[in-house]
């Protein structure tokens, strides 16, 4: 059960969601911003990108009319290794000779998974049971 606060009480870093190891969610749950990023690593595959690195995921996501959850890069980075841990994306470093020659960092590439796909496709299916569920009986949903 959930600890409540005194009013006015600072919170610390380990109530925090990011950061605390009590906050589970159930198995292929994911939170809205990275159902976003796997949206966007859809999008991006859709458009002939096997992979992106996070820059390009951002501006992705940005691009997106309802693109209100990312707000930095920090964020983003941390949903990429939950996501990453999950299974739902895998990650590569690219050549440092690259990078050198582009007189960059290095950057990450991520790619999604078939269980980062079914867990897009099973959370779409969820969100549209809910609005029919929502819906006054006779009254079409789109």
């Avoid at 739902?88 to 690219?94: I, K, T």
């Avoid at 440092?96 to 590439?109: G, K, L, S, V, W």
């Amino acid at each position: 059960m959930a600890r409540m606060l005194a009013p006015g009480a600072p919170l610390t870093y380990a109530q925090i969601s990011s950061y605390s190891l009590a906050m589970r969610r159930k198995p292929g749950q994911i939170v809205p911003l990275e159902r976003d990023i796997l949206e966007a690593m859809l999008l991006l595959r859709a458009r002939g990108l096997g992979e992106a690195h996070g820059f390009l995921l951002a501006r992705t996501m940005a691009d997106d009319e309802d693109a209100k959850r990312l707000t930095a890069y920090g964020t983003l980075y941390k949903a990429l290794d939950r996501l990453e841990q999950a299974g739902h994306l895998v990650s590569r470093w690219e050549a440092p000779d690259f990078a050198a020659e582009a007189a960059r960092p290095r950057r990450r590439f991520y790619r999604i998974t078939g269980t980062g796909e079914r867990v897009v496709t099973e959370t779409r299916a969820a969100e549209q049971r809910a609005v029919q569920r929502a819906a006054p009986d006779g009254v079409p949903v789109t």
